[in-house]
């Protein structure tokens, strides 16, 4: 069974900082490439990050670009979102997904994305 489980979210002041988790399972993690999508009430989900199977290669959107950084150690089959500096327009709720595609992907919609977790609800206090 493919499960993508999310954790580390929660109350942050504006200018502090989080570190998710997306902690994989049932599937081949070195084919794939994760993403981290955000979603706000009345708004489709938006990719802010990405990372391809390696680790080699990153892309941000750009409202989070020099503040968020994502990684992964495919040994624990997981990725991460270290976010730093957090402002209120980065609430909302966090979403991992995975691509059955290493590399070659940047930053795309959600329906490129074939696996989903439950995601992860960050809120940003001013």
């Known amino acids: 069974e493919v499960q993508l489980v999310e954790s580390g979210g929660g109350l942050v002041q504006a200018g502090g900082s989080l570190r998710l988790s997306c902690a994989a399972s049932?599937?081949?993690?070195?084919?794939?490439?994760i993403g981290w999508f955000r979603q706000v009430p009345g708004k489709e989900r938006e990719e802010v990050s990405c990372i391809s199977s390696s680790g080699h290669y990153t892309y941000y959107t750009d409202s989070v670009k020099g503040r968020f950084t994502i990684s992964n150690d495919n040994a624990k089959n997981t990725v991460y979102l270290q976010m730093n500096n957090l402002k209120p327009e980065d609430s909302g709720v966090y979403y991992c997904a995975a691509a059955d595609r290493g590399y070659g992907l940047t930053l795309e919609s959600e329906t490129t994305y074939d696996y989903w977790g439950q995601g992860t609800q960050v809120t940003v206090s001013s």
């Open positions: 049932g599937f081949t993690f070195d084919d794939y490439t």
